[in-house]
């Protein structure tokens, strides 16, 4: 299968805070900012994939700074490692300041999702080819995270977590 790379994946959302969407501080409510991330990085997912995705977890989020009600968010996403039928799928927050355009990172989160048939069942992936710096940061992050991630669920034993085992240990 031919690998894809992560801008091939890149889905932006920009998206408005009204007041449907605060809290009673007059802050967007982190459920609100979750659905909008789960929508913006499976759309980054299913372009990587090419298939039908699903939400296999939500692996990492922060709310860094409250973003406040009629502010202008845009959500960027895109894939950051692929497995075999999974996707590990990095989200960038930003709010916008109306006047200047600036755009401010507050938010941030690592979703992964499963490509899967009209079954269920999952599906093979390509591979990711990531390409600037950052891109090969958060792919080599990707194979950590999962390792975790698959000994704190009980299917993988510490001892084969080698990415892991090489942060702490010296040759």
Sequence with gaps: ?????????????????????????????????LQWMDITSAIAA?????????????????FDNPIKQNSVVTL?????????SSME?????????????HKT????AIFTFV???QNGAPLPVPPLIPETEEEKKRYDGALRRRQLSLILGGRMKP?????????FAKD
């Design 1 to 33: 299968m031919k690998g894809k790379t992560a801008k091939e994946s890149l889905t932006i959302n920009t998206e408005v805070v009204l007041p449907n969407d605060t809290n009673h501080i007059g802050n967007l409510f982190g459920g609100k900012l």
């Design 115 to 117: 490509a899967i048939d």
């Design 159 to 167: 001892d084969e977590a080698t990415e892991l085992k090489a942060l």
């Design 76 to 84: 960027e996403a895109k894939v950051s490692r692929a497995f075999t």
């Design 89 to 101: 799928v990095h989200i960038d927050v930003f709010v916008e300041d109306r006047i200047t355009g």
């Design 105 to 108: 990172k507050c938010n941030e």
């Design 46 to 62: 299913g372009r990587h994939s090419g298939r039908v995705v699903v939400t296999a977890s939500i692996n990492h989020v922060s």
